[in-house]
T-cell receptor, first 114, second 113 residues
Framework: AQSVAQPEDQVNVAEGNPLTVKCTYS??????LFWYVQYPNRGLQFLLK??????LVKGSYGFEAEFNKSQTSFHLKKPSALVSDSALYFCAVSALYNFNKFYFGSGTKLNVKP | DTEVTQTPKHLVMGMTNKKSLKCEQH?????MYWYKQKAKKPPELMFVYSYEKLSINESVPSRFSPECPNSSLLNLHLHALQPEDSALYLC????????????FGPGTRLTVL
């Protein structure tokens, strides 16, 4: 079975500080990992994905994520947070790349304060 | 054009009403999706269409009826809904060769009275 855990319901960070949003996964086989962001009253936006290759993946809006196989983690990071980064972040996993269904985590609300 | 549009933005309906949600994309994507999202929860997949054919139905009650009339349009017909069906309904699309990179619409906020 595939699953994703986001252990923090909420993350608070000051503007300009680095941010990390945590995600751990459980899959049988190779994991395909994704981050999506949802701004208030909006649909989800794709940020980045890990399929294979370099463990550090760079995505939109200055975000990056590090795939760590030994710790089964795929934490989202940004060196310097902006107030406009405040949103709901979802990690997702798929056991097969070419497959329509993937599993979302419960979401982490990121609050960036000025 | 990388936009998925959904209409209406808000919908209030009674339990005996029949209504439809509409979704449109012009990115040439041949996979389209309906999700249901309750407040502060992740989206839950309802239906997947691939090349205008229903490929996944996640055991959704029959009061929800999807329709894909062509490669750009996706509808969700609603009939005899329950108050617990109140939620944000999201439409998404993707290339069939890259189904996990999905483009989402802004959603329709549905309230069932």
């Amino acid at each position: 079975a595939q699953s994703v855990a986001q252990p923090e319901d909420q993350v608070n960070v000051a503007e300009g500080n680095p941010l990390t949003v945590k995600c751990t996964y459980s899959v049988s086989g190779n994991p395909y990992l994704f981050w999506y962001v949802q701004y208030p009253n909006r649909g989800l936006q794709f940020l980045l994905k890990y399929i294979t290759g370099d463990n550090l993946v760079k995505g939109s809006y200055g975000f990056e994520a590090e795939f760590n196989k030994s710790q089964t983690s795929f934490h989202l990071k940004k060196p310097s947070a902006l107030v406009s980064d405040s949103a709901l972040y979802f990690c997702a996993v798929s056991a097969l790349y070419n497959f329509n269904k993937f599993y979302f985590g419960s979401g982490t609300k990121l609050n960036v304060k000025p | 054009d990388t936009e998925v549009t959904q209409t209406p933005k808000h919908l209030v309906m009674g339990m005996t009403n029949k209504k439809s949600l509409k979704c449109e994309q012009h990115m040439g994507h041949r996979a389209m999706y309906w999700y249901k999202q309750k407040a502060k929860k992740p989206p839950e997949l309802m239906f997947v269409y691939s090349y205008e054919k229903l490929s996944i139905n996640e055991s959704v009650p029959s009061r929800f009826s999807p329709e894909c009339p062509n490669s750009s349009l996706l509808n969700l017909h609603l009939h005899a809904l329950q108050p617990e069906d109140s939620a944000l309904y999201l439409c998404a699309s993707s290339q069939t060769r890259d189904p996990n990179t999905q483009y989402f619409g802004p959603g329709t906020r549905l309230t069932v009275l």
